[in-house]
């Protein structure tokens, strides 16, 4: 018995080692969710176009980078690169006319969302992309950290507070989230063979530790995406 819990405990203190040794990151840019609903940014978009905006309307449009990302429909990594598949470890069941499933975390609209559906705050749930070998090389993550369709939808769920990112199958980073209602860019190296033999390759994000809910448990994230380079 003394024999087995000593391997036990060599076995947690190796794990600890090894999670003190990844790389903790933190957001290189934060980006506050507009005061505007998408709506109305997109159309304030379409009097963009058509330059009937004055100019410091018009600079306060494209200064919105949440919804530039989401809704403008600019060039970006996304017109090289390619998702194969976004699953989860878990969902929480629909309610009504809303779905809680893993696409939600990568279908460019704010108010849908992924919600883990596991007992308790989802510590240790997941979503999980994979990427054909041949897809653009990330350099950033992008996370809408919670339910940000609203201030109210926001403080209600849970946020995750820390993300262990994996690469091909390893641990490769922490990711540090701030608790607040933004859009949380993370610089993670340049990840990815951008190979056209090169095999399918997979990034996995893993709930840590979260933010408390002022009334649910469920964590959740509106969305999660990507940027890189080797696409123009």
Not at 159 to 187: C, N, V, W
Not at 214 to 221: F, G, H, N, P, R
Request: aromatic letters at 10%.
């Amino acid at each position: 018995m003394k024999k087995l819990l000593a391997l036990v405990m060599a076995a947690c203190a190796m794990t600890a080692t090894a999670q003190d040794q990844l790389r903790h990151i933190k957001p290189a840019s934060i980006h506050q969710m507009p005061k505007i609903t998408a709506e109305e940014y997109q159309k304030s978009t379409e009097l963009l176009e058509s330059e009937d905006l004055s100019p410091a309307t018009a600079q306060r449009i494209g200064d919105i980078s949440v919804y530039t990302d989401l809704y403008s429909g600019f060039c970006s990594w996304y017109c090289g690169g390619v998702i194969s598949s976004v699953k989860a470890s878990s969902c929480l069941k629909p309610q009504g006319r809303f779905n809680y499933e893993a696409r939600n975390a990568h279908d460019f609209n704010h108010e849908s969302v992924w919600a883990e559906g596991a007992d308790g705050q989802g510590e240790g749930e997941w979503l999980e992309y994979e990427f054909p070998g041949s897809c653009p090389r990330i350099t950033t993550v992008n996370i809408l950290c919670g339910y940000v369709k609203s201030d109210k939808a926001w403080r209600e769920n849970s946020r995750p507070k820390a993300i262990k990112m994996y690469y091909m199958g390893k641990p490769y980073a922490i990711l540090e989230l701030e608790d607040s209602r933004t859009l949380q860019a993370f610089d993670v190296g340049v990840l990815g063979p951008h190979d056209d033999s090169a095999p399918a390759w997979k990034l996995r994000f893993e709930i840590m530790s979260v933010y408390p809910g002022e009334k649910y448990a469920d964590t959740v994230i509106s969305e999660l995406y990507f940027d890189g380079i080797d696409v123009h």
